[in-house]
Nanobody, 116 residues
């Protein structure tokens, strides 16, 4: 069972930046896929950014060029650096981990609000 704990959410003005961090309870080298999802009120949960064990990254079109996902080995975490934030980025952001043939795991979520 992988425990995931997100931090770093909050209120930020449009155009601002925020860094989310997700601490894993076990060595992230043992986790095949790490990702960030988000869910806005009344909308389905969507994938924002994904990073594989080899470092390959995928981003939703809506965040390309603004968000960067990274595996932080020293902190045993997966971070999401968000820049040029827009009101439409407002959502609860969830950390996700997949261990192939074992299971999928979710964090509890952290609120990000982009508003002036």
């Amino acid at each position: 069972q992988v425990q995931l704990v997100e931090s770093g959410g909050g209120l930020v003005q449009p155009g601002g930046s925020l860094r989310l961090s997700c601490a894993a309870s076990e060595n992230i080298f043992s986790i095949d896929v790490l990702a960030w999802y988000r869910q806005a009120p009344g909308k389905q949960r969507e994938a924002v950014a994904t990073i594989g064990i080899g470092g390959n990254r995928l981003y939703a079109d809506s965040v390309k060029g603004r968000f960067t996902i990274s595996r932080e080995n020293a902190k045993n975490s997966v971070d999401l650096q968000m820049s040029s934030l827009k009101p439409e980025d407002t959502a609860v952001y969830y950390c996700f981990a997949r261990k192939i043939l074992i299971g999928d795991y979710w964090g509890q979520g952290t609120q990000v609000t982009v508003s002036s």
